[in-house]
Nanobody, 124 residues
Framework: HVQLVEYGGGPVQAGGSLRLSCSGS????????MGWFRQAPGKEREGIAA?????????FYADSVKGRFIISRDNAKSTVSLQMNSLKSEDTALYYC?????????????????WGQGTQVTVS
């Protein structure tokens, strides 16, 4: 049973940076991929980044964060991070990480089965 905990959120000024991390614990961390999602008040959940956990690590970024956010992993520490740069007010949201199975789709969240509780990012 994998449990995920996100941390690193908080208030930040527009143009600033934050680094979110997602720590996994439990029987196994051998998932196919890890994803970062966010949900702002009154908006639908948005899949923003994903990373496969084997090999070279294929990445995916939503257009809304491409060029500003970087997803990375540390398998030895069972941690996946999201470096967020050039933050904008529209990046304000609750950010979640999740584990994905083969065939997982970041855009819809399909086949992402384990979710953390989220960490709030507020950009002003």
């Amino acid at each position: 049973h994998v449990q995920l905990v996100e941390y690193g959120g908080g208030p930040v000024q527009a143009g600033g940076s934050l680094r979110l991390s997602c720590s996994g614990s439990g029987h196994t961390y051998n998932t196919y991929c890890m994803g970062w999602f966010r949900q702002a008040p009154g908006k639908e959940r948005e899949g923003i980044a994903a990373l496969t956990t084997s090999g070279g690590g294929t990445t995916f970024y939503a257009d809304s964060v491409k060029g500003r956010f970087i997803i990375s992993r540390d398998n030895a520490k069972s941690t996946v991070s999201l470096q967020m740069n050039s933050l904008k007010s529209e990046d304000t949201a609750l950010y979640y990480c999740a584990t994905g199975e083969p065939g997982a789709v970041v855009g819809t969240g399909a086949l992402f089965g384990r979710w953390g509780q989220g960490t709030q990012v507020t950009v002003s």
